[in-house]
Structure formats: C-alpha cells, structure tokens
C-alpha cells in the first residue's frame, strides 16, 4: 500500500502541483480558527465551475 | 494490479495531517473538511476530463453534477456550522448541540462524496489518481 500511496501524491502533485499538496498539508498546521475555517469556501467549487474544462 | 480507490487520497492527506495538534473535536471536523474537499475537487477535475475526452454523455455528466451538488451544498453547510462552533468557543452552553449538527451534516457529507464516486465508477469514468498501478 505505500506504494500506492507514494503513486497517488505524485498523481495529485502532478495534476494540481506541488503547491496542492502542500496547501492541504498545511491547512492542517496550527489550532483551528474562524478564519481558517472560513478559507475552506475556496477549497470547494461549484460544480459548474468544472464545467470550461469539460 | 490493484485499483487505488480515489478515498486512498484522502487517507494520505489524513496521514499527513497526523503531525498536526492533538485531535480535538474542532481538529478532526476541519481535517475530514479538507480531506473531503481535496478528494471531491480531484473527482470533479477526473469527471470533467472524463466529458471532454468524450467517455461519458453529456446526460451522464449532467448527472454527475446533480450528485456532485449535493455533496457540495452538505460541505459548505459544515463548513458553517464549524465556523460557528469554533467562534461561540467549546465551553458555550449549546456545543453539545452544535457538535452533533456538525457531525450530522459531516456524515451526510461524506455519504454523498461516496455517492458521487461510486456513480462516476459505475459509468467508467478513470479516477484521477486512482490509475492501476502495479503491486509488488
């Protein structure tokens, strides 16, 4: 399984950038606060927001 | 060869959240949130890919959407109710209530986001990052 693991972060990394993957990481350091409870309407979009892509 | 489900994803994000503070209630809600939104946002993308590579119809990315929309009404609908948790403080006389709400809606959350993967399976849609990979 880490294997799989190890596939599934170069994957993420690869669509979505490193930055991706350090962004989630780092969501999660320090205490939960209002503000960084708040920042997480950017981490969801609208499903038409895909929609360009499609 | 072995599929990696797409929930393997948020599986690594949660162990790489391990290193964060001691799991308090506030803690574990706000992972699970980013977990569920790192895993729906790759979904979509992979869904998206999916219509433009032309594997599925327009009626099933439609679809897809609706389900998708469910999901991400719930999220946000967590997503407040956990702002709201964090800015009355543990020790308000009504957080008992407002975490059994926020566990509530995280359940029904997460049901949906299983919902949204399991239809995207059933009409072939690849899992972005889920690709078969080789084991051993």
């Known amino acids: 399984m880490g294997k799989a693991l190890l596939v599934a972060v170069l994957e993420l ?42 | 060869m072995k599929r990696l489900s797409i929930f393997a994803l948020v ?34 993308h992979s869904m998206a ?13 439609a679809k897809g959407k609706v389900v998708a929309r469910n999901f991400y009404a719930l ?20 957080s008992e209530a407002q975490r059994e709400r926020i566990l509530a809606t995280l359940s029904s959350m997460a049901l949906r986001l299983a919902e949204l993967t399991d239809y995207l399976r059933q009409i072939g849609v690849p899992e972005q990052g889920a690709r078969e990979v080789q084991n051993g």
């Open chain 2, 49 to 61: 890919d999916a219509r433009s590579e032309g594997l599925i119809t327009a009626e099933q990315y």
């Open chain 2, 75 to 94: 999220y946000h609908a967590a997503r407040i109710a956990l702002e709201e948790y964090v800015a009355s403080g543990r020790e308000a006389t009504d």
């Open chain 1, 13 to 54: 990394a690869a669509r979505h950038g490193i930055p991706a993957v350090l962004d989630a990481v780092n969501r999660c350091q320090g205490d939960v606060t209002e503000e960084k409870v708040r920042s997480l309407v950017d981490l969801v979009r609208d499903p038409d927001a895909y929609d360009k892509e499609a």
């Open chain 2, 11 to 44: 599986a690594l994000l949660a162990t790489l959240c391990l290193g964060c503070k001691p799991a308090e209630f506030e803690t574990n809600a706000y992972r699970t949130l980013v977990g569920a939104g790192a895993a729906y946002d790759v979904t979509m």
